[in-house]
């Protein structure tokens, strides 16, 4: 293949289209990239399971077929031999670590290989006391050692970073010889589609109206924001907090409430269509998560006009300016998530300063921009071969 092509052919591998921050990432992106004449694309799934139907219809996506890799068997994985003989690709861009490690079966030094660290994947830790007698983490490294010889050996791989908590992270668990090799690009989302028309402040008599977004999962520390409720409750405050999403942790999550007497202040959604909908008719985002590798839903709250206030999970320090587009919290008190609140509610003036500075904020990480600045690194790494 000719490096000077003019059509730039990119092949995404993920795990599947899930819910999530990469998945809903890469599917923006997708768009973006779709009206450009300058590109072609094929989104490559291990797993069938799309749960972004409407947003990649149209899109042109392949399932893989992805079965379990294993040092007793040989395998081929002929789908994705398959599609890289017939789309012959100038880059491999991967998401998630299955993608990544799918990509090490067959390479090839006439492509260009991307892989974005959308969080800190725990296979690249380093070997250390007790990884012998962990399983996981023992086969973590193994396969982190598998993708070392048949890959990084062998080709480079260019390692994206989506935030300065991930970029350190790469910088100090990859080998020596790719920690040059580490890039932090600003991450896009669909700006357009998330930005509320005006800002407003809560009016006199309405109900305060927080929302969370997430997957029901330990990390994003849902069961806290009951304490939260509680505090608010007991200084008086009349309000509503929406929780939207679904996972392992829900029921414990809704018992809590319940047990609290909080069902008429809590109130859980499940998985839903529209959220930009749901924050719009919202007045500030509560984010709970005590790790948070960068925080994609932020800035989408951000974007329809949402003050923030967070709770500090390391990849979210890059979005949260303190006391313009929202309040970054660093320990789990919830007397101080519920006094930056009241605060909030109390004064007017202030609100609408930080909601309008987040949807000017917010604006900057709009998809298109994304979609250039990636485009503009795969040719640099196409360039310096």
């Not at 990649?56 to 994985?77: D, K, M, N, W």
């Not at 030094?109 to 959308?118: L, P, Q, S, V």
């Not at 010889?149 to 790469?170: E, G, I, M």
């Not at 609290?260 to 719009?280: F, Y």
Request: glycine share 6%.
């Amino acid at each position: 293949m000719e490096q000077g092509s003019a059509i730039l052919r990119i092949l995404f591998l993920i795990t599947d289209l899930g819910k999530g921050g990469a998945e809903r990432f890469l599917t923006d992106l997708c768009n973006a990239l779709r009206p450009r004449s300058d590109v072609e694309f094929v989104i490559g799934a291990l797993l069938d399971d799309n749960q972004y139907r409407e947003e990649t219809a149209g899109l042109p996506i392949v399932q893989l077929r992805y079965t379990a890799f294993s040092l007793a068997r040989r395998q081929e994985y002929p789908e994705y031999r398959q599609l890289l003989e017939d789309f012959q690709p100038h880059i491999v861009h991967t998401h998630r670590f299955l993608a990544e490690f799918l990509s090490a079966w067959h390479v090839s030094d006439e492509i260009t290989y991307i892989c974005h660290g959308h969080d800190n994947m725990v296979q690249f830790a380093p070997f250390g006391f007790g990884t012998c007698l962990d399983r996981a983490a023992f086969t973590n490294w193994m396969e982190k050692r598998y993708l070392i010889r048949t890959k990084y050996r062998r080709v480079r791989t260019s390692f994206v970073a989506n935030s300065h908590h991930t970029l350190d992270y790469y910088r100090t668990v990859l080998p020596g010889f790719m920690r040059d090799d580490v890039h932090l690009i600003r991450y896009g989302f669909d700006y357009a589609r998330f930005r509320a028309p005006e800002p407003r402040s809560p009016a006199a008599g309405e109900p305060l109206r927080l929302v969370n977004v997430g997957s029901f999962q330990d990390k994003k520390n849902q069961i806290f924001i009951v304490r939260i409720a509680e505090e608010l409750r007991e200084a008086g405050v009349d309000f509503q907090i929406h929780l939207l999403g679904d996972g392992a942790n829900r029921a414990r999550v809704q018992e809590a409430v319940h047990r609290c007497g909080l069902l008429d202040h809590v109130i859980l959604h499940g998985n839903v269509d529209r959220v930009e909908e749901w924050l719009w008719r919202s007045h500030i985002y509560l984010h709970t998560a005590w790790y948070e590798p960068f925080g994609l839903v932020l800035l989408e709250a951000m974007a329809a006009g949402l003050p923030c206030v967070a709770l500090d999970g390391k990849g979210n320090r890059d979005l949260i300016e303190e006391g313009r587009n929202g309040h970054l919290i660093e320990e789990q008190d919830p007397s101080l998530f519920a006094a930056r609140i009241r605060a909030l509610a109390a004064s007017p003036e202030r609100y609408l300063a930080m909601s309008e500075y987040a949807r000017e904020y917010a604006r900057a990480y709009d998809i298109h921009r994304a979609a250039d600045a990636l485009l503009a690194f795969y040719r640099e790494c196409r360039g310096r071969g």
